[in-house]
C-alpha cells in the first residue's frame, strides 16, 4: 500500500515502538496523531516530531476511548491506518496467591478488548478510505507464551486470532481495509526495561522501519528477527517453541 500522504493514529504513542512510528512516518510525508495515558509526555513527543497532533486518552477506558473516537471522527475524518500498539503487562509465575486473574483482567484490557473496541468504533471512518490499514502490535509471547508473563501471553494470543479473523473477513468482503499483524522479537524499550526484560532488545526504530516496509510490500504477517524464529519453530514442534522461549537466560 502506499505510505505517504496518509493520516494515522497510534496507541501508546509517546514512548518506545509508538513513538518511533510516529517519528518514521511523520518523517515520511504523513500526518499522525498520537494518544496515551501520560498527556505531559504525549505533548513533548507532539513537540519534538513533524506533523504530529496528540490526545490523551486510556484506550482501556470507556469514557476515554469515545472521547478519542469523536475527536478522529471530528477532527481527522480521513484516518487511513490505525496502528494499535498500547499494552500493559505483570511480570510474575502463576501459583497460590499470584493474583492472576486481577492481573488477567487488567492486561485483557487493554491489549485485547482495547483494540477490539477501538477498531470497532473507527471502521466507518477506515471504510470511507481507498487505501486503509489495521495494525495490530503483537508479541512473540502471542504464539509461544512466557512464564514470566503468562496472562499477557494469553492476550497477545488473544490479540492474534483476532487480527486474523479480522484480516480474512476483509479478504472475503472485499473491502479496501487491510490488516496487519506486526511481531518484533524483544525491544529495548521504556516499555521492557520496566520490567527486567530489556537486555538484548533490538532498537525500536528497527520495528518501525519493519512497518514501513510491510506496508508498502503488503507483507501481512510482519514477524521481525527472533519472532520469525520462533514462529518457525512453534510450527515445527509447540512444545519445542515454548521451551526454548523460556530458557533461564531470558525472560521474553
Not at 38 to 59: Q, W
Not at 77 to 86: E, H, S, W
Request: glycine letters at 8%.
Amino acid at each position: 500500500m502506499n505510505t505517504t500522504g496518509k493520516t494515522l493514529l497510534v496507541t501508546g504513542g509517546a514512548s518506545g515502538i509508538g513513538f518511533q512510528i510516529a517519528k518514521l512516518f511523520s518523517e515520511n510525508g504523513n500526518k499522525v496523531i498520537i494518544t496515551g495515558r501520560n498527556e505531559a509526555k504525549l505533548k513533548e513527543a507532539a513537540a519534538s516530531l513533524k506533523n504530529t497532533d496528540y490526545f490523551a486518552a486510556d484506550v482501556a477506558n470507556e469514557q476515554d476511548l469515545d472521547r478519542l473516537v469523536t475527536y478522529i471522527k471530528s477532527t481527522h475524518p480521513g484516518l487511513d491506518i490505525l496502528v494499535n500498539n498500547a499494552a500493559t503487562t505483570n511480570v510474575y509465575q502463576m501459583g497460590v496467591n499470584a493474583g492472576a486473574y486481577e492481573k488477567a483482567k487488567d492486561e485483557v484490557a487493554t491489549n485485547y478488548l482495547a483494540v477490539v473496541h477501538l477498531t470497532e468504533k473507527l471502521l466507518p471512518v477506515l471504510e470511507k478510505q481507498q487505501d486503509a490499514a489495521i495494525v495490530n502490535v503483537n508479541a512473540i509471547i502471542g504464539l509461544t507464551p512466557s512464564i514470566h508473563m503468562p496472562t499477557h501471553s494469553a492476550s497477545k494470543a488473544a490479540l492474534r486470532a483476532y487480527t486474523q479473523a479480522l484480516r480474512f473477513t476483509f479478504e472475503t468482503k472485499g473491502t479496501g481495509i487491510k490488516v496487519f499483524d506486526l511481531v518484533p522479537p524483544l525491544v529495548n524499550t521504556e516499555f521492557s526495561r520496566a520490567i527486567g526484560s530489556a537486555t538484548n532488545g533490538i532498537p525500536a526504530e528497527e520495528v518501525a522501519e519493519a512497518l514501513l516496509q510491510g506496508l508498502k510490500n503488503d507483507t501481512f504477517e510482519i514477524r521481525i528477527g527472533k519472532a520469525d524464529q520462533f514462529y518457525q519453530a512453534f510450527f515445527a514442534g509447540s512444545e519445542n517453541a515454548v521451551s526454548a522461549l523460556n530458557q533461564p537466560q531470558g525472560k521474553a
